[in-house]
């Protein structure tokens, strides 16, 4: 590790000034060394404040760091990070890796920007630079029976509670794999599997998230502003940088994925889940039907009042009964 990622490291880490003098001690190199490794840091966009007879700190001024991001996890949440200016999408980033390795820890990969992001059914994801977040976790899968449906669920609970706890907002869920304000789409969840082809079985998941966050609505094309929100107004009122907001989420997340599949976040899930007792317009491949949406089973499965239960589909309309 070079001098200018442990410097980051140390900065993050601290809540005060630290001397000029002290980072040169805890880094082993000159002062000289130091104050260059400054210059590149506030020229790559970090926050560095100086004080004369006081000495630096960093401040969370938005731009992504894993540093910043560490600083805000629980010191016992052990998780290695890669950030990009700019990737395709971090889902695909994710498979690359797949392809490489096993995991030590599990892996998060986020992006300024995505210029190929993606949803479900390959539909693309629109990715504005500097202002969203968009990541994805890459995880060994220690499960025998691995569910995608439950922990998309599991995701989106982690999500709600992220908006609500940080921003105070109620946002919706909607079934399966989006979280909506005031009915328009803020944030999609995207769960894949990496196959292992001798085992057949799922070796690795991706769990892909987009969020708006402090995406100005004027980012989006006319179409999308029809059907997308954001929640750049209550994050900057609650004063949350995206760093905060993504190790909240990853808390949240890991707080629930260690035992997900026994589905005790499934209550949570169906208290915000807004389509349910609504009639619901469902697309399943080449089919689309009506029903009423009635329940949401501990499997993640929607349940329908003619019996049917569904393990996929899109929901394309909501109408109240």
């Known amino acids: 590790m070079n001098t200018t990622k442990k410097l980051i490291q140390i900065l993050a880490n601290s809540n005060d000034f630290i001397s000029g003098q002290e980072l040169a001690d805890k880094l082993q190199v000159s002062r000289t060394a130091v104050w260059k490794a400054i210059k590149t840091l506030q020229n790559e966009g970090y926050a560095i404040e100086s004080r004369q007879k006081s000495g630096y700190r960093l401040a969370d001024n938005d731009k992504l760091s894993a540093a910043l991001i560490k600083s805000y996890l629980p010191t016992d949440l052990q998780l290695d990070f890669e950030i990009h200016q700019s990737l395709n999408s971090t889902n695909t980033r994710a498979k690359e890796l797949a392809a490489m390795s096993k995991l030590t820890n599990p892996l998060v990969i986020i992006s300024e920007e995505q210029t190929a992001g993606y949803g479900r059914h390959g539909r693309f994801f629109s990715s504005p630079q500097k202002t969203g977040i968009y990541l994805s976790l890459l995880l060994n899968n220690t499960h025998t029976n691995f569910n995608p449906g439950l922990l998309t669920t599991a995701a989106a609970v982690a999500m709600h509670r992220t908006i609500l706890h940080k921003l105070d907002t109620t946002a919706q869920i909607k079934w399966v794999n989006d979280l909506l304000l005031n009915n328009k789409k803020v944030c999609g969840i995207l769960t894949e599997g990496i196959v292992d082809l001798e085992s057949r079985s799922v070796s690795q998941i991706i769990l892909g998230c987009g969020i708006n966050y402090l995406t100005p609505l004027s980012s989006f094309d006319y179409d999308l502003k029809k ?7 209550q994050a900057l009122a609650k004063n949350v940088s995206r760093n905060e907001f993504i190790a909240s989420f990853l808390s949240e ?9 026994t589905a005790s976040f499934m209550d949570e899930y169906r208290k915000n889940c807004y389509l349910l007792n609504h009639e619901v317009t469902i697309t399943q491949g080449d089919k689309v039907f009506n029903s009423v949406a009635v329940n949401i089973n501990d499997n993640g499965e929607l349940v329908l009042a003619n019996g049917q239960t569904l393990s996929s589909g899109e929901v394309t309309k909501i109408r109240p009964r």
Do not use: G, P
């Open 227 to 233: 059907t997308v929100a954001s929640l750049r107004d």
């Open 253 to 261: 997340f890991f707080d629930i994925y260690s035992n997900y599949q």
